[in-house]
């Protein structure tokens, strides 16, 4: 005998219902067991976005190895980050000083974060230095400072890291770049050719090293809003140079794009955070069940 129609309609929200559910519990499961125990390296790591993975993934287990230029702003997330954790379920993370304007210094770097637990898993390049002003306006120092820190400084600590994961056959390689790495808009003219360099580099990078088991993965997120107006220089034509420590992102931007930096852990993707106005994500801050998303892949 079969089902009165009155009783298919409820009975297919139920079986929906049910399969979500199990999707649900099973991405969970996913975004905890992806970086258990791995080696996370995680640069600006005291930035908006920088922090939003770092609590993640030291929840998740990873072994972190969180690095900036600033001690103070280090310890403070350290003692964030092992205030309220379980010392059983978490690793105390490590702490590296780096600063990419100073790229001589990037041998000593990447020596130390070997030194640390003898590889890497997950190389996470986070910082970035942004510049608003009119061509003319821009110094040539100022260029080379914002492709020091924008493209130089990460290509030369994956350079570094890149023998120890070749070894293994393993690792993971993840750029947190911009939307302005895929296209150019006025008064951007310093910051946009940096990230098209960085976007460039680690796109011949990923064809490169696909053959020795690396993922090559980028991130280009949209515009991103401080949590208050960034101070302006008094001088004219005005200008506006700040780094990600001190251009804070809100949070459901940073969750946005940290969103995107985790799933690329388990996808060889390179994906471009939706815009702000795209739907909020079905779960609480950062959660990692739903999302919007658009991608390009080369």
Not at 114 to 119: A, F, I, L, S, V
Not at 226 to 235: K, N, R, W
Request: contains cysteine.
């Amino acid at each position: 005998m079969g089902l009165p129609s009155v009783m298919v309609l409820p009975l297919l929200i139920v079986v929906a219902a049910g399969v979500y559910y199990i999707y649900n519990e099973v991405l969970q499961f996913m975004s905890k067991s992806l970086v258990r125990n791995k080696v996370v390296v995680i640069t600006d790591a005291v930035s908006g976005a920088g922090a939003e993975c770092a609590h993640l993934f030291h929840k998740a287990g990873a072994r972190l190895i969180l690095c900036g230029t600033t001690w103070d702003k280090l310890e403070s997330l350290y003692d964030s980050l092992t205030t309220d954790s379980d010392p059983r379920e978490t690793f105390a993370p490590k702490l590296v000083i780096l600063d990419f304007s100073d790229v001589d210094s990037m041998e000593d770097v990447v020596a130390e974060v070997m030194e640390c637990y003898g590889y890497v898993d997950v190389l996470i390049c986070n910082s970035s230095m942004k510049l608003k002003a009119p061509v003319q306006s821009v110094s040539l120092e100022q260029d080379r400072n914002i492709m020091d820190i924008n493209y130089f400084g990460p290509s030369s600590l994956a350079k570094g890291i890149l023998p120890a994961m070749m070894s293994r056959r393993s690792g993971h390689v993840i750029l947190v770049n911009s939307i302005q790495g895929r296209l150019a808009i006025p008064f951007r003219s310093s910051y946009a050719a940096s990230k098209h360099a960085a976007q460039a580099f680690f796109d011949c990078l990923r064809a490169e090293v696909e053959e020795y088991g690396i993922v090559v993965s980028t991130v280009s997120h949209t515009f991103i809003n401080a949590s208050e107006p960034p101070p302006a220089v008094e001088s004219a034509p005005k200008q506006n140079i700040l780094t990600d420590c001190e251009y804070d992102a809100n949070q459901k931007t940073r969750c946005r794009c940290l969103r995107y930096v985790y799933i690329t852990l388990g996808m060889s993707l390179n994906w471009s955070v939706p815009p702000k106005t795209s739907p909020a994500s079905s779960t609480t801050a950062c959660g990692l069940r739903s999302w919007p998303m658009r991608f390009w892949r080369r």
